[in-house]
């Protein structure tokens, strides 16, 4: 079992900057695979960026690559994700989640194992 929590969000201008966070317990983050997506209310769950476990691997939705960056703390149990040059429709509420897999490219699409509680993330134009 593994249990996510997000902290991070909040209210922001465009052009700012935002990294969010998320706290994993457990003693076996390491072996876990982490995502964030994100959603807005009436939409569909969206894929933002994985990183594997080793974090020497990054996959990112073309809405994200270029001005965000995840990465991970293995010894802190935690997975960033810094979010730059922030714009009206990045706002959503954000997710954390953890999957014991890898598949490259297709990591927005397979079925993650736990997800965080999610952190709202606002940004006025």
């Known amino acids: 079992q593994v249990l996510l929590v997000e902290s991070g969000g909040g209210l922001v201008q465009a052009g700012d900057s935002l990294r969010l966070s998320c706290l994993a317990s457990?003693?076996?983050?390491?072996?876990?695979?982490m995502g964030w997506f994100r959603q807005v209310p009436g939409k569909e769950r969206e894929f933002v960026a994985a990183i594997k476990w080793s974090g020497d691997i990054t996959s990112y939705a073309d809405s994200a690559r270029g001005r965000f960056t995840i990465s991970r703390d293995n010894s802190n149990n935690t997975v960033y994700l810094q979010m730059n040059s922030l714009k009206p429709e990045d706002a959503a509420v954000y997710y954390c989640?953890?999957?014991?897999?890898?598949?490259?490219?297709?990591?927005?699409?397979?079925?993650?194992?736990?997800w965080g509680q999610g952190t709202q993330v606002t940004v006025s134009s």
């Open positions: 989640a953890a999957v014991q897999r890898w598949i490259g490219s297709r990591m927005g699409i397979i079925p993650y194992d736990y």
């Open positions: 457990g003693r076996t983050f390491s072996s876990y695979a």
